[in-house]
């Protein structure tokens, strides 16, 4: 309504068409890592003990999940290397301190395949097989073993997604593929496992 458009997802879709969509990309993402990060962390350190205090909330969220605020510590980046290197400003306290890191195990899936009763995604559970490589070896039709990296990242996004009632639009948008293969994937998916689709439609 205003004209056009320069956010950060219409830039994406036109990278390649002139080189300075990319530059200015890149110039957004490093100021949000300075301005959110590194200044607005240096800005929250208690000057009594040299920490960051953060608040977390129980009852906040509408999925039940666990929040942060003032500041939010759950959401330092992690998926670029520049943005790891923020991570290492959080060290323990000293030598005879570390700083522990656990998580649930793919636990949303876990939990899909007992609500589901779902016996091709619990067979995988059970025998540890990785459920992202075995959806890629039912959706693509290959042997586990023949499964690419980029197979098991369009089969985790079709995972996760179907948690969350992913469309064909949504997964071809995220995957960076036509609309017609994301469906094909989230069709061959419920192929996979029928038990999800019952589920689901029964949600409904």
Do not use: C, W
């Not at 205003?2 to 530059?23: M, N, Q």
């Amino acid at each position: 309504k205003t004209g056009y458009s320069t956010s950060a997802d219409v830039l994406e879709k036109i990278k390649g068409i002139h080189p300075i969509i990319e530059e200015i990309l890149e110039f957004r993402h490093l100021s949000k890592l300075k301005s959110t990060y590194v200044d607005g962390l240096l800005a929250v350190i208690d000057k009594s003990d040299g920490r960051i205090h953060s608040v977390f909330n129980q009852t906040v969220t509408a999925t039940g999940r666990i929040s942060s605020s003032e500041p939010n510590l759950q959401n330092i980046p992690i998926r670029l290397p520049i943005g790891r290197e923020i991570r290492k400003m959080f060290t323990a306290e000293g030598e005879n301190y570390v700083l522990v890191d656990a998580d649930y195990s793919q636990i949303e899936l876990r939990t899909l395949a007992h609500v589901a009763d779902d016996a091709n995604m619990q067979t995988a559970f059970k025998n540890n097989t990785d459920i992202h490589t075995q959806t890629a070896s039912q959706v693509f039709g290959v042997e586990l073993s023949e499964v690419t990296s980029a197979m098991r990242t369009a089969a985790k996004a079709v995972n996760f997604g179907i948690v969350y009632g992913i469309s064909s639009f949504g997964l071809g948008q995220g995957l960076s593929i036509s609309q017609a293969d994301a469906k094909k994937y989230i069709d061959d998916y419920f192929k996979t496992y029928p038990g999800v689709k019952q589920f689901i439609d029964g949600l409904v």
